[in-house]
């Protein structure tokens, strides 16, 4: 089966910069759309990042625009999220997800669009 591991989260104060990594296993993980979504406690999972399967689309929450850059190497099976000029706001749990489906703008922010997801890495940004 698919299976997608995160890695790179941690605790920082507000201003700094985290890199997550997600290796995908068992599947074409070059075929797949991957997303990047976080979850607060208490709230729901939101979007953050996709890109499509050869990364020649890219598309990010508002929120994140300008501070988080998505990249994926096919070669090594991995998708990144470079979070840079971090907020207090961006606390949360951060899951990886592999989507089956072809490039959509319908459904590249949406949860339901994606089939396979991490267990998610933790990302506290304090104040």
């Known amino acids: 089966q698919v299976q997608l591991v995160e890695s790179g989260g941690g605790l920082v104060q507000a201003g700094n910069s985290l890199r997550l990594s997600c290796v995908t296993s068992?599947?074409?993980?070059?075929?797949?759309?991957m997303g990047w979504f976080r979850q607060a406690p208490g709230k729901e999972r939101e979007f953050v990042a996709a890109t499509s399967s050869s990364g020649g689309n890219i598309y990010y929450a508002d929120s994140v625009k300008g501070r988080f850059t998505i990249s994926r190497d096919n070669a090594k099976n991995t998708v990144y999220l470079q979070m840079n000029s971090l907020k207090p706001e961006d606390t949360a749990v951060y899951y990886c997800?592999?989507?089956?489906?072809?490039?959509?703008?319908?459904?590249?922010?949406?949860?339901?669009?994606?089939?396979?997801w991490g267990q998610g890495t933790q990302v506290t940004v304090s104040s």
């Open positions: 068992g599947g074409a993980f070059s075929t797949y759309v």
């Open positions: 997800a592999a989507g089956r489906r072809q490039w959509s703008i319908f459904t590249r922010e949406s949860a339901r669009g994606y089939d396979y």
